[in-house]
T-cell receptor
Framework: GQQLNQSPQSMFIQEGEDVSMNCTSS?????WLWYKQDPGEGPVLLIA?????ELTSNGRLTAQFGITRKDSFLNISASIPSDVGIYFC??????????????FGKGTLLTVNP | NAGVTQTPKFQVLKTGQSMTLQCAQD?????MYWYRQDPGMGLRLIYY???????DKGEVPNGYNVSRLNKREFSLRLESAAPSQTSVYFC????????????????FGNGTRLTVT
């Protein structure tokens, strides 16, 4: 099946720094999603991308859908302590049948030192 | 508006015991999903229900059964729990049916933390 390579696996940064993480795949996706998971909670949708080349912002977060449709990145500017958590990318292929295909990356654990 | 609600939040079982994890959504979503999350493995799909009355296997269905009780509720059953099923289980739902051209994003519950000893 499809696999997503998410990097880095973990990051330790100082408050105020910018952060960048990305996902790549050997497969083409039609949708890219970025989720954040706080400790003890479920993933929460941050940004959804639906078109190749699309660049979307949500506050200090910016994500892009790669032109090749095989990658996506998420940037966080001016990090703050509450940005701590696990960030997941997810890609979806709209298959020809009725199969649902949403593939998740293994996550990037972000730690922000105040 | 609670979104996706899962019960229980925590559970400890002995090997061989059975239990049902409950999930309900109040967003009038059509499709519902069960994932498990393990360290270093990300989120893996166990079963899903594209619409009321249908269920399908995901990536890791062995040892589980599901029931789409109605549009709101989707339960996951472990008939004979094994230590390998120790995990955090997430229920999710989406507005669309998960079929072609459905781009609606998944909404997750807060998880059930299951330990099998």
């Amino acid at each position: 099946g499809q696999q997503l390579n998410q990097s880095p696996q973990s990051m330790f940064i100082q408050e105020g720094e910018d952060v960048s993480m990305n996902c790549t795949s050997s497969s083409i996706f039609n949708t890219w999603l970025w989720y954040k998971q706080d400790p003890g909670e479920g993933p929460v949708l941050l940004i959804a991308l639906y078109k190749a080349g699309e660049l979307t912002s949500n506050g200090r977060l910016t994500a892009q859908f790669g032109i090749t449709r095989k990658d996506s990145f998420l940037n966080i500017s001016a990090s703050i302590p509450s940005d701590v958590g696990i960030y997941f990318c997810a890609g979806q292929i709209n298959s020809g049948g009725s199969n649902y295909k949403l593939t998740f990356g293994k996550g990037t654990l972000l730690t922000v030192n105040p | 508006n609670a979104g996706v609600t899962q019960t229980p939040k925590f559970q400890v079982l002995k090997t061989g015991q059975s239990m049902t994890l409950q999930c309900a959504q109040d967003m009038n979503h059509n499709s519902m999903y069960w994932y498990r999350q393990d360290p270093g493995m990300g989120l893996r799909l166990i079963y899903y229900s594209a619409s009321e009355g249908t269920t399908d296997k995901g990536e890791v269905p062995n040892g589980y059964n599901v029931s789409r009780l109605n549009k709101r509720e989707f339960s996951l059953r472990l008939e004979s729990a094994a230590p390998s099923q120790t995990s955090v289980y997430f229920c999710a739902s989406r507005l669309g049916t998960g079929r072609v051209l459905d781009n609606s994003p998944l909404h997750f519950g807060n998880g059930t933390r299951l330990t099998v000893t």
